[in-house]
């Protein structure tokens, strides 16, 4: 009797123990991400995580290296989320599997994928390397996908009421406050972002591909030669010789070398935009499509007083 | 109507296989590997004139949700004849908790920097000779590994191995498990540009120890002829520390970047005790290499490595001191991530007790390439 009395004492004392570590309000879940818009998208469904962003503004995500500082915070993470589509491939995988964490493999719902989750566009049947850097699941630039963040949003809430059960008012809240936003700025977006529709770019990677297939712009030429592959001389003369009716703006991204857009611009006299790869420091999502949207009207709109 | 459903059907049902072998099928990489070279380096894998270096055909995938499998042979040619060589062939836990990490089978063992490495992501056409004297160019061998990376914001991860020691073994009847490993690594990021990575290894071959000389000099001439991928010296216990840095502007590995890397390796219980006052008797040997790597551009990189090996010849009669210093420089360029073609010049020096010191120019001209499945690479 007086053994299972001091065990039935013990057992709850270690229940109490172990709700009190489940429980305790300092218990922030810890995020990885890949990119730093994710990190973004996440901060506004989590406020309270911890989010580490693999990489910067100012760096390829094609090109990492899977560096010990980057294992010791997969190993942390409770979650993850990446671009997917094999663009994260050259070094994701070595960090996953370095890492021993369960939460973070392929398969577990706490390694979300946005490209998943995403309409993708060119996919292809068929790859060959011969044609330069290409995923078969399509393009991976998803983050200015900024027509389906909605849907993707619905996913995160879920993952996230999955993973942590004790916050689910929180995410409940914060994920429908930020479809709600997000819903009222596509509206104010496709109104403001009208006269871009039509606008043809040169352009330096498909970075914006979800970009402008949603703004109804269209990237006629690349100044690389093949996906992935660095401008080469003999291409960018080929491009010289582009009908100047055919493109309005050369466009690169803020990670980019800018020569090769600023000796297309000598040849042709097309403006030069540089426009950001993702969020900068502590912006939202909706500020990069906002600064996106501006910068590409800047140059291509505002000359002509068309204003609605 | 019903064609119209029949093709569809069909349609869709080759649309989801398509999918669905993507999905299952192995990774399938292939590695190819050739090269010209006038000269020899010593403890060499390569020999003079044309030859096909290391041939690589690999498979893996995750098992299920628990397991990843992986295996890799090596065909490699010298002369008219063609090896097969197994190289990896292992089994790895995916689901352990705490950071736990284990892998049985065949592996590469993780002493040191380079070593757990495949070898056409090195940066040169051969492995320093510190590797090529005590690791027989990079070591792999049949056993087990458990590792642990600690839940820390600097990577701190423990592990210990296992091994067979076949390759490593200097004795006739060699003890089941005669190789066990332990090492520790730490890293972390000096700032968004740079990072670093320390490693401390300790091997202790129980079968490392030469007791027996069969007859004079039977002891470097056994490894001249034949490329039994076995080290060249062996000794009780491989102290190594490696220490290596990067660095890219802002971060950004795509258009250039520097890679910083240096290795130690002390090797003693190299002869039995009894040997230990003879004349120019081996013990402590140690071996060190120095290399930087820089790329330029995403086509074009170079670099300088120097290195240095202790070793010997000879037996307890007229034991010999070797001393091997190489001083190597490449030039590379890349056609793309998947294709490099590399130049390589040697300045090699060997310096034994009893002779006056050799040195030779070795000139490499070499391509690596890949296609297929391309593993994600390691710092």
Do not use: C, I, W
């Given at each position: 009797m007086h053994s299972k009395l001091t065990f039935s004492k013990y057992s709850l004392a270690m229940i109490a123990a172990g709700a009190a570590i489940i429980s305790?309000?300092?218990?922030a879940l810890n995020i990885f991400v890949c990119e730093p818009e994710w990190e973004a998208l996440l901060t506004s469904h989590a406020p309270n995580a911890t989010i580490y962003s693999a990489?910067?503004?100012?760096?390829?995500?094609?090109?990492?290296q899977a560096r010990p500082s980057l294992i010791a915070k997969m190993r942390q993470a409770d979650m993850a989320m990446c671009s997917g589509a094999e663009l994260e491939v050259g070094w994701l995988p070595m960090l996953q599997a370095r890492s021993s964490n369960r939460a973070v493999q392929n398969g577990a719902p706490s390694m979300i994928y946005a490209s998943d989750f995403i309409g993708m566009l060119d996919t292809h049947d068929h790859v060959d390397r011969s044609m330069g850097d290409i995923h078969a699941a399509g393009n991976p630039h998803v983050q200015f996908a900024a027509n389906q963040m909605i849907s993707l949003s619905h996913v995160i809430t879920e993952r996230l009421k999955n993973i942590d059960p004790d916050n689910v008012p929180l995410y409940q809240e914060n994920g429908s406050k930020f479809r709600t936003h997000w819903q009222q700025k596509m509206n104010e977006w496709s109104e403001k972002a009208?006269?871009?529709?039509g606008k043809q770019v040169v352009g330096y990677h498909e970075t914006y591909r979800y970009l402008y297939d949603w703004l109804g712009m269209k990237q006629v030429a690349d100044l690389e030669p093949k996906p992935g592959v660095s401008p080469t001389t003999s291409h960018l003369q080929s491009l010289t010789k582009l009908d100047a009716n055919t493109f309005d703006v050369i466009v690169y991204s803020?990670?980019?070398?800018q020569r090769p857009a600023n000796w297309l611009h000598e040849f042709t006299d097309k403006p030069i935009i540089q426009l950001p790869l993702t969020v900068s420091k502590g912006q939202r999502l909706d500020e990069m499509v906002d600064q996106v949207i501006d910068d590409l009207l800047d140059v291509l709109v505002t000359p002509e007083p068309e204003a609605p | 109507m019903n064609k119209k459903f029949l093709s569809l059907a069909v349609g869709s049902l080759m649309a989801s296989s398509a999918y669905a072998n993507t999905l299952s099928n192995p990774q399938i990489g292939v590695v190819l590997d050739g090269y010209y070279q006038d000269g020899e380096r010593n403890n060499s894998e390569r020999s003079e004139g044309f030859g096909l270096g290391h041939t690589e055909l690999n498979m893996s995938a995750n098992i299920d949700d628990k397991f990843f499998g992986s295996l890799t042979t090596v065909i490699e040619s010298h002369g008219d004849e063609t090896e097969l060589l197994l190289e990896e062939a292992f089994i790895e836990t995916l689901a352990l908790p705490y950071g736990l990490n284990v892998r049985a089978g065949r592996f590469l063992s993780d002493f040191g920097y380079l070593n757990n490495q495949h070898m056409h992501t090195d940066s040169f056409s051969e492995r320093p000779v510190a590797y090529r004297t005590f690791l027989g160019s990079h070591y792999y061998d049949d056993g087990v590994r458990a590792s642990i990376v600690l839940p820390t914001d600097m990577y701190v991860k423990f592990g210990v191995e296992a091994l067979s020691g076949g390759k490593m073994s200097s004795v006739e009847d060699a003890s089941t498990v005669g190789v066990y490993m332990a090492n520790l690594k730490l890293g972390n990021d000096f700032s968004d540009s740079s990072s670093w990575q320390f490693g401390l290894s300790y091997l202790r071959n129980e079968n490392g120890k030469v007791s027996e000389f069969e007859d004079d000099h039977s002891h470097d001439s056994d490894h001249d002829h034949d490329h039994s991928h076995a080290a060249a010296i062996t000794g009780s216990n491989l102290y190594g520390a490696d220490l290596v840095w990067k660095w890219a502007p802002d971060g950004n590995y795509k258009y250039s970047n520097l890679t910083l890397a240096a290795e130690y390796m002390l090797l003693d219980g190299?002869?039995?005790?009894?040997?230990?006052?003879?004349?120019?008797?081996?013990?402590n040997l140690s071996a060190y290499y120095v290399s930087g790597v820089y790329r330029?551009?995403?086509?074009w990189s170079a670099g300088v490595r120097y290195g240095e090996a202790e070793s010997y010849s000879g037996s307890p009669a007229h034991f010999h001191a070797i001393n091997d210093t190489e001083m190597d420089l490449m030039i590379a360029w890349n056609a793309s991530h998947f294709g490099t073609i590399r130049a390589q010049y040697s300045r090699v020096e060997n310096q034994e007790s009893h002779k006056s010191s050799e040195t030779d120019n070795v000139f490499t001209l070499q391509y690596t390439m890949t296609f297929g499945a391309h593993a994600a690479h390691a710092f």
């Open positions: 305790s309000p300092t218990f990489t910067t503004a100012k760096q390829d995500p094609h090109y990492v009208a006269p871009l529709r803020s990670h980019q070398n | 190299v002869v039995g005790s009894e040997y230990k006052d003879n004349t120019n008797s081996p013990d330029f551009n995403p086509s």
